[in-house]
């Protein structure tokens, strides 16, 4: 076989087919490459792969079409015939030395990731498992390709019939999707024949141990038929025709049947062992709270998912398959809402977008719409339409475990937390207000002027920087609900506090208060951009466990004011500035952010928590609204919504409730960047210089073995 497969390789270097087939697989990536990756800064070739999968179709059936085919024409195939070398020897040989020529370019492609790594990081593990699936669905072709070769002695109707073989397995996943959307016998024989699908599932970020075994079957099957198309011709005139002929047949089905069996029992195999998370955000691999939480399910859980399975999300069904795993309890059923239409209307009254999900227990259900899992960059939006580029988030795992909790909780047990309005407030962020829905918090307005007091059944309240003085009735309101163990939000503003005398008289009750100006900090390490810009101090509390590892973002915040703890209220400093902070008392007419004559010198609190023993209250002050603002929220990357989640659980006091509020995934890394010098030349030496070099090379050796 060593000899067989040194020949054929040699062979390929020995004309212009195997320089051809390198240089041309190459060229196509570099300009995917290039486009990608140098020109654009995607630190992923998962998009250049993708792009090139059609280019098999091409190059393959160049590569095989002389194989076995030639041979035949030529009639040098009666020495292999009646060789000594078994005949599958001779197949392994001829297939290894084809793959040999093939992994030259896999091996190129490899060096990709690299390159990208000196401009920025570039997540290499998902690249590298993303190359394995190309070089395995190219392996794949390739057997394809040698077994149309063994059963035609026309290289040109070899090349042709590999063309087609490959172009309808290619286009399969469409035409069994055009022959029934919901699947049938009939499309899951014709899905054994997709070559390209199973590449997908390597794309996204996950080792597919299933598509890996598949790919393998695939090469395995065709190279036994191979030497059985071949096996027959060798004892074609034997006197033991017709029964090397049924020994044949025989162990084809044999053979084919196992490949099926063998697939049918990975495919049967849990998702943890089947499919290994390896992107670089870990979008798949699911948290230690949600692992708990579902492992302890008692009641069953359906998640339907708005879809056909023929064109689910792959991403969210391998999330899916996750939940599943950890459970018996939960089911995952598929409803096509081209066939049922109308299903989503006994869950609710506003149509979901497809690929949404709904959660359902035998309590209640919850809608998870499909728009709700992605969080895409706002910038990037073109005629309505968002790419896959520029997706950032991925919230699956934070808004299933969400639904669960939901689903399985006592009616009782729904906390309801009220914001008040009626006084100009600042309405908090769409991404705070995703952590209380998360939360399984039943988020409501309340004017306090339409109420005799807080409803009894308010968990918490939020006050976020009213413009708008409270009359001295709601007021008395909100201190009374605080005297009965109520727990409050309060948010100020240095440009309005001075004229809020009945607010105010709120936090007084606690002798808490907002000092009149602006605080400016000078320790350039404490601020961002802006000396008012503040990045203060984390303290590390109950109130913010999951906010000290990053920056919280304060604009223009107030100091607070407060006295020592007593024997029954505790004062707990959440934020702090630096000791070179100022607050600008006329904040009017800032001109500098040093000390002037009326200022005070820090440091100064920015977030205060404080707590009643004797009546069980619990109130957490901060000195801007711009602290549950998303603009600010996104520029230190959530961390924000993640101490409001933290202040959120503390306050209600749910410990439960923290487990239950999974941060949303980054989709991707960042954007390489690199100038447009350096994105050019290294282009060009990709997709043409190297390129033509190769075709150069294969040319003079062709030439060269001409004339001896």
């Not at 792969?49 to 024409?73: C, N, Q």
């Not at 099926?260 to 998702?271: D, G, S, Y």
């Not at 939940?323 to 869950?347: G, R």
Request: glycine share 6%; net charge negative; charged share 20%.
């Amino acid at each position: 076989m060593l000899a067989i497969f040194k020949r054929e390789f040699k062979s390929y270097f020995q004309n212009v087919i195997g320089w051809l087939f390198v240089a041309a697989l190459l060229a196509v990536y570099g300009l995917y490459f290039y486009v990608y990756n140098l020109k654009n800064g995607y630190p992923y070739i998962s998009y250049d792969l993708k792009g090139i999968g059609f280019i098999m179709m091409i190059a393959v059936p160049i590569l095989t079409m002389r194989s076995l085919s030639d041979e035949k024409k030529t009639k040098t195939d009666q020495l292999m015939l009646t060789s000594p070398v078994s005949v599958g020897r001779i197949v392994a040989g001829k297939y290894l030395a084809m793959a040999a020529v093939y992994t030259i370019d896999i091996a190129l492609f490899a060096l990709s990731p690299l390159v990208l790594s000196i401009y920025g990081k570039v997540a290499l593990s998902e690249a590298y498992v993303a190359l394995f699936g190309y070089w395995l669905y190219g392996l794949s072709c390739i057997a394809v390709g040698l077994f149309i070769s063994s059963i035609s002695e026309s290289v040109i109707i070899s090349a042709i019939l590999t063309f087609a073989a490959l172009f309808l397995s290619y286009m399969m996943q469409s035409i069994t999707g055009l022959i029934s959307s919901s699947g049938n016998l009939l499309t899951k024989v014709l899905n054994c024949f997709d070559l390209y699908t199973p590449f997908e599932n390597f794309v996204s970020g996950c080792f597919s141990v299933t598509s890996a075994v598949y790919y393998v079957t695939v090469i395995l099957l065709l190279c036994f038929l191979t030497t059985q198309s071949i096996q027959k011709r060798r004892w074609a005139f034997s006197k033991k025709m017709i029964g090397t002929g049924a020994f044949s047949a025989g162990m084809i089905v044999i053979m084919c049947a196992i490949c099926v069996v063998v697939n049918l029992v990975v495919t049967a195999l849990p998702a943890k062992y089947t499919s290994i998370d390896c992107s670089a955000t870990k979008l798949y691999s699911l948290t230690n709270d949600t692992k708990d939480r579902v492992s302890k399910l008692d009641e069953d859980i359906t998640i339907y998912v708005l879809n056909s399975k023929k064109s689910k999300d792959a991403k969210i069904d391998e999330t899916i398959n996750r939940y599943k795993d950890l459970s018996s309890h939960i089911k995952v059923k598929y409803v096509d809402p081209a066939t049922s239409p109308k299903f989503y209307q006994d869950y609710t009254d506003t149509t979901p977008t497809t690929n949404s999900l709904i959660i359902e227990s035998k309590n209640r259900s919850k809608v998870i719409d499909y728009n709700d899992i992605y969080e895409y960059d706002s910038s990037s939006y073109y005629y309505g339409y968002q790419s896959q580029s520029s997706i950032t988030g991925y919230d699956a795992e934070g808004q299933i475990t969400s639904a669960i909790e939901y689903v399985t909780m006592d009616a009782d047990e729904l906390p309801v937390i009220y914001q008040i309005t009626g006084h100009n407030e600042t309405e908090i962020g769409s991404n705070f207000q995703n952590v209380v829905s998360k939360a399984n918090a039943n988020l409501k307005s309340l004017e306090l002027f339409n109420e005799e007091k807080v409803p009894e059944d308010a968990t918490a309240i939020i006050i976020n920087s009213p413009t708008v003085d409270f009359n001295e009735e709601d007021a008395q309101k909100v201190i009374d609900y605080l005297n009965g163990g109520g727990k409050a939000l309060i948010v100020g503003c240095y440009a309005y506090n001075d004229e809020l005398a009945n607010f105010n008289k709120i936090l007084s009750a606690y002798n808490v208060s907002f000092k009149t100006g602006v605080v400016a900090e000078n320790d350039s390490s404490k601020y961002y951009q802006n000396p008012l810009y503040l990045l203060p101090t984390v303290e590390t509390t109950d109130y913010t466990s999951d906010a000290t590892d990053g920056y919280v973002f304060l604009a223009g915040s107030c100091a607070i004011s407060y006295p020592e703890d007593t024997d029954d209220v505790t004062y707990t400093k959440l934020l702090s500035t630096s000791d070179s902070a100022v607050l600008k008392k006329d904040w009017k007419n800032i001109t500098t952010s040093k000390a002037e004559d009326a200022d005070e010198n820090g440091p100064f609190t920015t977030g205060l928590a404080v707590n009643d023993s004797s009546t069980g209250a619990s109130i957490v002050v901060f000195g801007t609204p711009y602290v549950v603002d998303d603009s600010y929220d996104n520029a230190v990357s959530g961390n924000n919504a993640d101490m409001f989640k933290d202040v959120i659980t503390s306050m209600t006091g749910n410990v439960e409730l923290a487990s239950s509020v999974i941060p949303v995934k980054d989709y991707t890394l960042s954007n390489i960047t690199i100038n447009t010098l350096q994105a050019v030349v290294t282009g060009l030496i990709i997709m043409i210089a190297v390129p033509i070099l190769l075709i150069i090379i294969g040319i003079v050796v062709w030439v060269m073995r001409r004339k001896k």
